[in-house]
């Protein structure tokens, strides 16, 4: 059972990337599928949320940028587009996977069975 988080990389101030979190033993279907960030010196925080049911949720600082594709969340993979890309989203970018229907405190690292390694993103001109 694995998760794994790709798709980072440098991009310039109002650039776009695509991120993609990869499942490998296991199905994203039966869950909810969630995508934080860390900065350096900062914690770790949720960033978008798409529960079993498909409803995705976004932190007030992304929302309008950041996307799950909805439709996107297939038996092993999930994304999440990032556009208008701002410096202070420079971060390490996580995906983490909750074995059930509940999208109450999806920002909570606790309740996250699984995580995946994480995908460097740096936004610099």
């Known amino acids: 059972v694995q998760l794994q988080a790709s798709g980072g990389g440098l991009v310039q101030p109002g650039g776009s990337l695509r991120l993609s979190c990869a499942a490998s033993g296991f199905s994203l279907r039966d869950g909810g599928v969630a995508w934080f960030r860390q900065a350096p010196g900062k914690e770790r925080e949720g960033v978008s949320y798409?529960?079993?049911?498909?409803?995705?949720?976004y932190v007030d600082s992304v929302r309008g940028r950041f996307t799950i594709p909805r439709g996107d969340k297939a038996e092993t993979t999930v994304a999440l587009q990032m556009n208008s890309l701002k410096p202070e989203d420079t971060a390490i970018y996580y995906c983490?996977?909750?074995?059930?229907?509940?999208?109450?405190?999806?920002?909570?690292?606790?309740?996250?069975?699984?995580w995946g390694q994480g995908t460097q993103v740096t936004v610099s001109s």
């Open positions: 983490a996977y909750y074995d059930g229907y509940s999208a109450d405190r999806w920002r909570q690292r606790s309740r996250y069975s699984y």
């Open positions: 798409i529960s079993r049911d498909n409803f995705i949720y």
